[in-house]
T-cell receptor, first 115, second 110 residues
Framework: NAGVMQNPRHLVRRRGQEARLRCSPMKGHSHVYWYRQLPEEGLKFMVYLQKENIIDESGMPKERFSAEFPKEGPSILRIQQVVRGDSAAYFC?????????????FGPGTRLTVT | DAKTTQPPSMDCAEGRAANLPCNHSTISGNEYVYWYRQIHSQGPQYIIHGLKNNETNEMASLIITEDRKSSTLILPHATLRDTAVYYCIVRVGGTDKLIFGTGTRLQVFP
């Protein structure tokens, strides 16, 4: 059973370009979360999605950032017109569709560098 | 903001037990205590979680006080590969988001 997959693992973009980060959850998981970790800082929640629905986007910056989790295919975190401050590690996690104390499983992350 | 308080760093000798404390004095009755760790810059790794009772798995043991206001993660025989930042998190469970604090940086030395 493959774990959470993220690609690319490393992404370099120039200021003003767009960055697309992809996350494939574990098999059977229908809940996806995105977290961002700035250099030398802790992880911060960004957004929580279920298939075709955004459930909680309270951690998403108001502009330039968007996320989707379509019926088919991976979840996508999209950053438009990237700036140097967007350089960070972006982690995706998934969890099964159940209530109770279920854990989230994290992917290896995508390291975005904006030059 | 994180609802937990952890010491910023701890050391442990290889082969000894590592006991990592966590205070969560404002925990609600329906909130679980979760522990994750992040080794270097890898993705966080789930370790263990509990609600009221003590829990044990192949990685660690979790001891929760009777009033649930604090807990301790125990790595029974620490190895060099256990060197990581350990995060104690309280959450409602299910599909609630994780709110990471600053964690405890555990250094295991030979």
């Amino acid at each position: 059973n493959a774990g959470v997959m993220q690609n690319p693992r490393h992404l370099v973009r120039r200021r003003g370009q767009e960055a697309r980060l992809r996350c494939s959850p574990m098999k059977g998981h229908s809940h996806v979360y995105w977290y961002r970790q700035l250099p030398e800082e802790g992880l911060k929640f960004m957004v929580y999605l279920q298939k075709e629905n955004i459930i909680d986007e309270s951690g998403m910056p108001k502009e330039r950032f968007s996320a989707e989790f379509p019926k088919e295919g991976p979840s996508i975190l999209r950053i438009q017109q990237v700036v140097r401050g967007d350089s960070a590690a972006y982690f995706c996690a998934s969890s099964p569709p159940a209530t109770g104390g279920y854990e989230q499983y994290f992917g290896p992350g995508t390291r975005l560098t904006v030059t | 903001d994180a609802k937990t308080t952890q010491p910023p760093s701890m050391d442990c000798a290889e082969g000894r037990a590592a006991n990592l404390p966590c205070n969560h004095s404002t925990i609600s009755g329906n909130e679980y205590v979760y522990w994750y760790r992040q080794i270097h810059s890898q993705g966080p790794q789930y370790i263990i979680h509990g609600l009221k009772n003590n829990e044990t798995n192949e990685m660690a043991s979790l001891i929760i006080t009777e009033d649930r206001k604090s807990s301790t993660l125990i790595l029974p025989h620490a190895t060099l590969r256990d060197t990581a930042v350990y995060y104690c998190i309280v959450r409602v469970g299910g599909t609630d988001k994780l709110i990471f604090g600053t964690g405890t940086r555990l250094q295991v030395f030979p």
